[in-house]
């Protein structure tokens, strides 16, 4: 509420509010997001080398299937209901990682699948998936117009 003059009945609503407020543990929801999010960044590194060892990438082309591979991972969770329960033990920490990407666009199409796969599955999953997709693409244009302008100008 703003700063103005509050009624008697106000002032003990909001008292009577503050006592009975959750007091949320602030700390320990930190430590949790970290190590979850540590150990989902520890198995992508683990599928990463993976790849490099057994299919002789490397270090530069491993990341695109690396990236795929745990989109995947997330969305196979998603399914069968793991990873929503490690998001609400983790918080942001199962939804910084790529996975959190995977979750967003499979649970979009769980959630709207009754409505068909055209107009529920197809065009509800890509509602915050298509954002980023755009984001990423058109930054990535533009960072390779200004590469390519420094090279023709002789900076870079």
Known sequence: MAKKNKSPEQKRYQQIEQK???????????IKAFFVGGTICLIGQAVMYFYMYFFHF?????GNPTVATMIFFAMLLTGFGV???????????SAVPITGFGN????AAIEHRTEGFVLGVGGNMFKLAGSVILFGVFSAFVVALIKTLLQIWGII
């Not at 009975?20 to 320990?28: F, G, Q």
């Not at 490397?58 to 491993?62: H, L, M, N, Y």
């Open 83 to 93: 990873y929503d329960k490690i998001g609400q033990f983790a918080g942001a920490g």
């Open 58 to 62: 490397t270090e530069q082309t491993s």
């Open 104 to 107: 967003s666009v499979i649970s």
């Open 20 to 30: 009975h407020e959750l007091k949320r543990p602030v700390v320990k929801n930190c």
